[in-house]
């Protein structure tokens, strides 16, 4: 019953932010809300991490294939792709690169300057 | 024919001989989540299936992709004293980081000469897919290519990053968590996660507050570059 229990505790949480944003004025993802809200709940002692340690380390060794029906979703786009895939190439390419190494130097840095 | 056993069969099949081969050859090329997509597109291409059937049919995958996030709730809890030590170099870098993917996108829209459209669709390409569509819909850009572009934005990330990581000597979990975070959302913070917990915590903190910040920031952003183009 364990590992059911800890799936239901992450339902019922991704469940109450979807829930939220919903009702929200502006567009937020509910799963980032469930997160904060789950966050809030181990902090303040409600939820124990047993209570949802197995299945969430299942759950994020594993969290790159649960993308990859996103990622072929990609295939209904090729028409548009095809029409933009100069500017596309360059801004993905460039501001991508740059914002890694521009953020990883400067953690890298700070860091190791204290 | 039952859709869910063969589409879903098919993925788990396909992303574990990739998986094995990217630990064999230990190449960013042969990432499972690139690899096993590029495969399942070209396969059902070849076959005309079309993706409305491969989409009904995996759902039960992207199901776990809300429980997998709210899970990560765990990470940032256990880790929370580190970050709590690091808050002013994680916050200051993260707000950096926006202002430099934005400076950078305003350099190439001005070499690239591009439409207001263009520019509302691309400035929230570094964010989650919810709030990218959210922001690309309120500025007036193409949302389907915002989707697109996130996803790339993703996948580029955690093929460039290992490399990047190398040759810079990058080793630190805050600066690997916190630009995998930043630069590519979730997929990125899927690289964390197999860094380490402390890479993971990092990535998620860095993946809500850049999505908190762009979602201030957009509208900021759209104007100043609409007025530079």
Known sequence: MKILFQLFILIVFTLLGELISFYLPFDFPGSLIGLM????????????????KEVSSFLQ????????????????????????????LVVLVLSTT?????????????IKDE | MNDILWTVGLTIGVYIGFYYLQDRFKLSLLNPLLCTSVFIIIFLCVTQIDYEVYREGTKLISFFIGPATVSLALPLYEKLPILKKYWKTILSVL?????????????????????EQMIATLIPKSVTT?????????????????????????????????????????????????????????????KAIEYGDLEASV???SL?????????????IYELLTMIV
């Open chain 1, 61 to 88: 060794k594993y969290m790159a294939f649960l993308f990859v029906p996103l990622a072929v979703g990609l295939m209904q786009y090729f028409d548009i792709i095809a029409l933009h895939w100069i500017e596309l």
């Open chain 2, 95 to 115: 707000l950096i980081g926006v202002v430099v993917h934005a400076l950078t996108m305003a350099g190439i829209f001005l070499i690239l000469d591009t439409t």
């Open chain 2, 130 to 190: 919810p709030i990218a569509m959210a922001i690309a819909q309120s500025l007036g850009g193409i949302e389907y290519l915002t989707v697109v572009v996130v996803v790339l934005t993703g996948v580029l990330g955690i093929l460039i990053a290992p490399p990047i990581f190398k040759l810079f000597g990058i080793t630190n979990p805050i600066a690997i968590g916190l630009s995998l975070g930043t630069s590519a959302h979730a997929v990125g913070t899927t």
């Open chain 1, 37 to 52: 809200l789950l966050f809030l709940a181990l902090v303040l002692k409600i939820i124990k991490p047993e209570y949802i």
């Open chain 1, 98 to 110: 740059v914002t890694l190494i521009v953020t990883a130097l400067l953690t890298h840095w700070s």
């Open chain 2, 208 to 220: 809500i507050i850049t999505g908190l910040l762009t979602v201030i920031a957009a509208p900021l």
């Open chain 2, 203 to 205: 990535a998620t903190v």
